[in-house]
């Protein structure tokens, strides 16, 4: 079982910058792809990044690449999302998801993820 707890939601003014964080319990943290996807009001969910267990491979949705960049810690267990030049069109609840298995690819469909936390919220006005 893994417990994922985001951090790092808020307010932030268009083209601001946020940092979310993406805290993992259990010690296989390093086994498992990490993602994070969004959700805004009216809206499904939508894939924002992925990461493969070391790093070495990373996805982006296409309204977010070139100015979200996801990175892992695997000594301390945390998954980062930094965003820059923030849009309105960003706002949502941001969720992050671990595979749950072993293996080597990054995912960019939430059915590969096994592994839920329970979201942080992100505003950004204009």
């Known amino acids: 079982q893994v417990q994922l707890v985001e951090s790092g939601g808020g307010l932030v003014q268009a083209g601001g910058s946020l940092r979310l964080s993406c805290a993992a319990s259990?010690?296989?943290?390093?086994?498992?792809?990490m993602g994070w996807f969004r959700q805004a009001p009216g809206k499904e969910r939508e894939f924002v990044a992925a990461?493969?267990?070391?790093?070495?491979?990373?996805h982006y949705g296409d309204s977010v690449k070139g100015r979200f960049t996801i990175s892992r810690d695997n000594a301390k267990n945390t998954v980062y999302l930094q965003m820059s030049s923030l849009k309105p069109e960003d706002t949502a609840v941001y969720y992050c998801?671990?595979?749950?298995?072993?293996?080597?690819?990054?995912?960019?469909?939430?059915?590969?993820?096994?592994?839920w936390g329970q979201g942080t919220q992100v505003t950004v006005s204009s």
């Open positions: 998801a671990a595979s749950g298995v072993y293996g080597s690819s990054a995912y960019r469909s939430p059915g590969e993820y096994a592994y």
């Open positions: 990461i493969n267990r070391d790093g070495g491979i990373t």
């Open positions: 259990g010690s296989i943290f390093s086994f498992y792809a």
